[in-house]
């Protein structure tokens, strides 16, 4: 019997993963379902495991470096659908499909006047990959609303649900991403939301760009549009028309010291203006966008067909004819100027899929 023998469901082969991912580059998945039901979804993990197929989930591509050989298994492409609320004491409790597109949700939580994601406006991806590498952004994370996951165990073939407590969530990580990255396919995901509750404002740039619009009060909307309006100025919204559009967002995590590397850091930058932040446990976090750029680097510089955006220095973005060879050594090369500067390892924020494109 060949591989694809008796699926049931419709499997497609050999199918380019590139439109599939923001960054657009990436070779083929050698089968890929399109699971729209989660009797589809745990049918295509029974399928791959009974043939000993690699199988990787995949949402909206946009934290994701394929490599341009392709990935040699099977693609779940996650496409269930659905919302639902319920009150739950004084707050009302979100479930969404891991399919459903993220800023949808968020615009839908705004209009409705619920509190707790108006900074998470202008996210590309799906529902299902929010707990993944705990999305945050301007002061906001989902740490902070979740309070369910439920998930495929792959392990067991039996759907769980997994508490907040349970997904080990920290500074864009959790258990599903680094403890267990195999394990769990999400399926839904619940939030807990706050109706009437003012929004979040946190963060300078925010803050900033309120104030410049004359916003002292601002409502949930406010803040959705500042937020969108300044993702837009760093081209970190999904816009066809805007030459950085391909990429993955953020490329490197800040990187999280302890106190001892922060000074030795300091002394190297001999910038007292070099950002920082005081983290709960002592350890403080430094801008990766900063130590790029005075490891050397400028927005815009590059090798060609991949370069830094020219509107945010953490962003990798590809042009016309890049491969992921091409995105995967320039992040080495990133990496290696930001060591050799300041004897500091960045760590790439995507995932990675497929052979040589780690960098
Ligand atoms: C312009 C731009 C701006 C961005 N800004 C931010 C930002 O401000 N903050 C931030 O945190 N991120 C940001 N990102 C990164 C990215 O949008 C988020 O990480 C997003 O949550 C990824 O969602 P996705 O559906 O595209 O996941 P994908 O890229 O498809 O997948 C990412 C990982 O999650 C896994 N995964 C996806 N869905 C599931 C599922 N249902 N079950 C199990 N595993 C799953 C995949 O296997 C893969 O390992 C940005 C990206 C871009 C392109």
Known sequence: MSPAGAAPFELLQNVPLA??????VGGPARFLVEAAEEAAVLAAVRWAQERGLALSVLGGGSNLVVADTG??????????????SREAGDGVAVTAAAGEPWDALVARAVERGW???????GIPGLVGATPIQNVGAYGQDVSQTVTAVHALDRRSGETVTLARED???????????????????????TYRLLPGRAPAVRYADLENDLA??????????????SVLAIRRSKSMVLDPDDPNRRSCGSFFLNPVVDQATFERVSLAAGDPAMPRW??????????????IEHAGLRRGDGPGPVALSTRHSLAIVCREGARAA???????EIRAQVEARF??????????WGGGVRS
């Not at 080990?168 to 394990?183: C, M, N, V």
């Not at 091409?326 to 080495?332: E, G, I, K, L, T």
């Not at 004897?343 to 990675?352: A, N, T, Y």
């Open 19 to 24: 439109p599939y991912c923001t960054m657009g």
């Open 71 to 84: 990935v040699d298994g099977l693609v779940v492409k996650v496409a269930l659908r659905g919302v639902s």
């Open 115 to 121: 509190a707790g994601l108006e900074c998470l406006s």
């Open 167 to 189: 997904c080990g969530f920290g500074y864009r990580s959790s258990r599903l991403k680094s403890g267990e990255p195999d394990r769990f396919i999400v399926l839904s995901v």
């Open 212 to 225: 410049r619009r004359g916003i002292t009060r601002p409502s949930l909307a406010d803040v959705r549009s």
């Open 278 to 291: 005081r983290e709960a446990d002592g350890r403080v976090k430094l801008s990766a966008a900063w130590l």
């Open 326 to 332: 091409d995105v995967a050594a320039f992040a080495r």
């Open 343 to 352: 004897s500091i390892r960045l760590v790439p924020e995507p995932v990675f």
